[in-house]
């Protein structure tokens, strides 16, 4: 979180973005870009990336008509992008993956990370024992204590979960100690950014990671329907899935771009994750953006029902959008993406992540108002497995 340094002017989107680092950083920064140039440029790189992605990770993900639930709603023809099926049920795995071998590249056998739920933790993990590569995660310990199985996960997989114990012992310290460590540890380490935040050059880097999620549901959709969707929706945390399905309809302007942000318990500062309805500018973590804040610039409290989207910064290419205008964003309650996670459940046999379930959630709000021959695209970035307990907790089911 320490703002010293001035921004360059690299890896701006409109004013957002840049480089909001201590002076140390920058030149671990500036070798990050410049090993990523030339790995973009290498086909070799993409070669192998490609077929991890394929036989690793479980590419090309399927999209899948989804008739009982278009027929529930009575509107739009549904179409889900299957992220879930991945290799450790998310998106996240594209964005590890690739970040890995550019590890290995640049001859940086330790990786850091850090984690909330520990979902990323977990991705970036798995990575690690695949590239043979020490892996520290830094997390809250009040996090840790909240989900111990992915504590045990990272630990089976070989990583080191390192409890964080300053602060609110969640995320954003989390976040401040891996910052140190990298500062420390800069010439061996490479820090395993998991969204599209960050210092530039990550929010363009983690972007091009999982822009083959609308690399194939572009020419999916256009092999299934012979034309584009009305709308794609995704849900935003920090928005690396949300830009990997939109990124290749971008230049498709009859295409509405929809991200949904994590509405949580109430518009009340402290109880939700909507950045575009309750933030104002500031840096978080490296970047300038939409942050979530008190009158005094200290970072908000957030909550969400899910851990992926309790987040109070969004990623700085959402924030261009946003203002552009080509993108639309809005959110859904924890209660919307319950009932969403139970519709799609009961209609499909998909349980979604509870993250994905906000993008489920918006999609229910808009079908029924579209005609039947319009189409729209879901995003589902991951499987609620990893959801159960709060799942049992929330949804309190009876009888058969
Ligand atoms: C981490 C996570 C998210 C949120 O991250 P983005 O960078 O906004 O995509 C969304 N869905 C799932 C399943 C996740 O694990």
């Not at 410049?34 to 192998?48: C, L, S």
């Not at 973590?285 to 309790?310: C, N, P």
Request: aromatic residues 6%; charged residues 25%.
């Amino acid at each position: 979180m320490a703002t010293t340094a001035a921004p360059s002017v690299a890896g701006r989107f409109g004013p957002w973005g840049g480089r909001y680092v201590p002076e140390t950083l920058v030149a671990a920064l500036d070798e990050l870009e410049q090993a990523y140039a030339e790995a973009q440029a290498d086909p070799d790189f993409h070669v192998k990336l490609d077929a991890l992605l394929r036989d690793y990770a479980g590419r090309p993900t399927p999209l899948y008509h989804a008739a009982r639930l278009s027929e529930s709603l009575g509107g739009a023809r549904i179409y889900l992008k299957r992220e879930d099926l991945l290799h450790t049920g998310a998106h996240k795995i594209n964005n590890c993956l690739g970040q890995a071998l550019l590890a290995v590249r640049m001859g940086k056998r330790r990786i850091i990370a850090e984690t909330g739920a520990g979902q990323h933790g977990v991705a970036t993990a798995t990575v690690c024992a695949l590239f043979g590569l020490e892996c520290v995660v830094y997390m809250g310990e009040e996090d840790m204590r909240r989900q111990e199985l992915n504590v045990y996960r990272m630990r089976l997989l070989g990583a080191e979960v390192r409890g964080v114990s300053s602060g609110s012992r969640t995320l954003k310290d989390a976040i401040n100690e891996a910052m140190r460590d990298w500062v420390t540890n800069v010439r061996t380490t490479h820090y395993l950014l998991g969204s599209v935040l960050g210092a530039h050059p990550y929010p363009t880097m983690v972007r091009d990671f999982h822009r083959v999620i609308s690399r194939e549901a572009r020419a999916q959709i256009i092999e299934k329907e012979g034309r584009l969707p009305t709308a794609i929706i995704a849900c935003v945390g920090g928005g690396s899935n949300a830009i990997g399905v939109f990124y290749e309809f971008i230049p498709d302007k009859e295409v509405r771009l929809i991200g949904v942000e994590a509405g949580g318990r109430s518009p009340k500062l402290g109880e939700h994750a909507a950045r575009f309805s309750g933030g104002a500018p500031g840096v978080l973590q490296g970047t300038y953006s939409y942050v979530l804040q008190d009158e005094d610039g200290q970072i908000a409290l957030t909550h969400s029902v899910s851990a992926g989207l309790d987040y109070a910064s969004i990623g700085p290419e959402h924030a261009a959008l946003h203002d552009s205008g080509r993108a639309e964003y809005t959110s859904a309650t924890d209660a919307e993406a319950l009932d969403a996670t139970l519709r799609l459940a009961r209609t499909e046999g998909i349980i979604p992540a509870l993250e994905s379930a906000h993008a489920v959630a918006e999609c229910i709000r808009l079908a029924p108002k579209l005609k039947p021959q319009e189409i729209l695209l879901v995003n589902i970035s991951g499987r609620g497995d990893k959801d159960m307990g709060i799942l049992t907790r929330e949804l309190k089911l009876t009888g058969a």
